[in-house]
Nanobody, 124 residues
Framework: QVQLVESGGGFVQSGGSLRLSCAASGFTSDFKAIGWFWQAPGKERERVSCISRLDDNTYYDNSVKGRFTISEDNAKNTVYLQMNSLKPEDTGVYYC?????????????????WGQGTQVVVSS
C-alpha cells in the first residue's frame, strides 16, 4: 500500500494561486499514476488532474486547463498541483490519489489509494 499526504491548502482570494503537494511513501513503484480529485460540499468527488509516472503525460479536466499544472518530483516522491487564477467555484477539498495503472486512474478514475485531503477556500 502507498501512503499519500497532502499539504498546501488554505484560503486565497479569487485570482490568487496555491500549490498543493502530495508526498507518497510505501510501495510507490507499484503505482503508475497520481491524480488530484476535488470535492465540493454536497457533491461527488471529481478528477481534476492526473500524471503518468511512466512518461509524465498529464491529464486535466476542462474546467482547469490553462490554470492548473500537475508535476512530479521523482526524487522526492512528491506530486504538485499548481493552481493559478483560482475561482470561488474551485473551493472544496482536494484529494491526492494513486492508481496502479495510468488508464485506470487517469481515464476511468479507478483509485487504489486516497490521501486525507486538504481544504481550499477561494473567496470572491
Amino acid at each position: 500500500q502507498v501512503q499519500l499526504v497532502e499539504s498546501g491548502g488554505g484560503f486565497v482570494q479569487s485570482g490568487g494561486s496555491l500549490r498543493l503537494s502530495c508526498a507518497a511513501s510505501g510501495f510507490t513503484s507499484d503505482f503508475k499514476a497520481i491524480g488530484w480529485f476535488w470535492q465540493a460540499p454536497g457533491k461527488e468527488r471529481e478528477r481534476v488532474s492526473c500524471i503518468s509516472r511512466l512518461d509524465d503525460n498529464t491529464y486535466y479536466d476542462n474546467s482547469v486547463k490553462g490554470r492548473f499544472t500537475i508535476s512530479e518530483d521523482n526524487a522526492k516522491n512528491t506530486v504538485y498541483l499548481q493552481m493559478n487564477s483560482l475561482k470561488p467555484e474551485d473551493t472544496g477539498v482536494y484529494y491526492c490519489a494513486a492508481g496502479r495503472g495510468v488508464f485506470e486512474l487517469c481515464i476511468i478514475r479507478k483509485v487504489d489509494s486516497w490521501g486525507q485531503g486538504t481544504q481550499v477556500v477561494v473567496s470572491s
